[in-house]
């Protein structure tokens, strides 16, 4: 683990031996899911107890023969913990409400953190949406909704501020249930990454800038200094100097425009960008954690002594 690439590897080494597992008990698996090393399935019960439980120590068995893997098995029952939900068989159908651990902490970030205006709106707006599309019952999201609300509230948040995020995340919610969200595909946009500061300009700025200057770039006529209908041509009307007014043309100069056009360039290819949105992504701002983490120290100055040698030497020698 680690590496980019380790969960996608991770995944198949055991997804080609899962494959082997539904060949030979298909029969009791009615559904199987992993998320890598935490699994989740829906037993099909023999009517007879005795084969039941010889399939189900079988099942268990082969899985603890592939390769140096070793599974840990909770005992079947109408209800189980699976990664941040607990799912209950009731009624013939099957309830989901959250799980948090008994040791979770609820770290949330503070809301005096150098973090953008929208990080903690959208810290709102996220875990609301998450507790009422995984919570079934109304009870238990009323239940999640409160026990996330005090949670900020211990981490400094104002209820002032709270009111106005809960009751954004709420018309979010009906809106997005309403409407069918349209798939916006990565080959069609850019990231601009950059490092957050309170007195930077703000993220709806450069939106705009991006669109005025590169998507959709206004012509401006240099001697008028207006946007021109070069389409149509100018005219004036003008005395001829015997009997009537005549409209002749105005010799404009040529316009100003603006090259090339963010839709024309091409790549290596040849091929044009498509290039029609841009994502700021802002990150944060370098703390003393970076500063002071063992690797990077050791990284920025390479004649230190290792952190490893030195927290050995802290480390009192057993005695006998």
Not at 195 to 216: C, G, S, T, V, W
Request: aromatic residues 14%; hydrophobic residues 40%.
């Amino acid at each position: 683990m680690g590496a980019p690439p380790a969960p996608s590897f991770a995944t198949l080494y055991y997804g080609i031996f899962e494959l082997d597992l539904l060949e030979h008990f298909g029969d009791h698996l009615l559904f199987l899911c992993r998320y890598f090393d935490d699994q989740f399935g829906i037993w099909i019960h023999h009517p007879d107890p005795i084969i039941d439980r010889q399939q189900w120590e079988a099942f268990k068995q082969r899985q603890q023969t592939y390769c140096s893997l070793n599974w840990e098995f909770s005992e079947r029952s109408q209800s189980a913990n699976f990664l941040d939900l607990t799912l209950r068989i009731a009624d013939y159908r099957i309830v989901t409400s959250i799980y948090e651990k008994p040791l979770n902490l609820h770290l949330y970030i503070p809301p005096h953190s150098s973090h953008t205006p929208s990080a903690r709106t959208g810290l709102v707006t996220g875990n609301v949406f998450r507790i009422l599309r995984l919570t079934t019952e109304r009870s238990d999201q009323l239940a999640s909704l409160s026990a996330f609300y005090l949670h900020l509230l211990a981490r400094g948040y104002k209820p002032q501020f709270l009111h106005f995020a809960f009751q954004q995340a709420f018309h979010r919610f009906t809106s997005f249930c309403k409407t069918k969200k349209h798939s916006v595909s990565a080959n069609d946009t850019i990231f601009l990454h950059l490092q957050y500061h309170p007195r930077d300009p703000p993220r709806k700025l450069l939106q705009h800038a991006f669109q005025e200057h590169l998507i959709r770039p206004q012509t401006f006529h240099r001697t008028f200094a207006r946007a021109c209908n070069h389409q149509r041509p100018a005219t004036r009307t003008v005395w001829n100097g015997w009997d009537a007014f005549t409209q002749e043309p105005i010799h404009l100069v040529p316009p100003l425009r603006f090259e090339p056009y963010l839709w024309e360039l091409r790549n290596a290819d040849l091929r044009r960008l498509q290039v029609d949105r841009m994502v700021v992504a802002y990150s944060r701002p370098h703390n003393l954690k970076n500063l002071l983490f063992p690797r990077h120290v050791e990284a920025k100055c390479p004649s230190a002594r290792p952190v490893s040698a030195i927290q050995a030497e802290l480390t009192p020698a057993p005695t006998t």
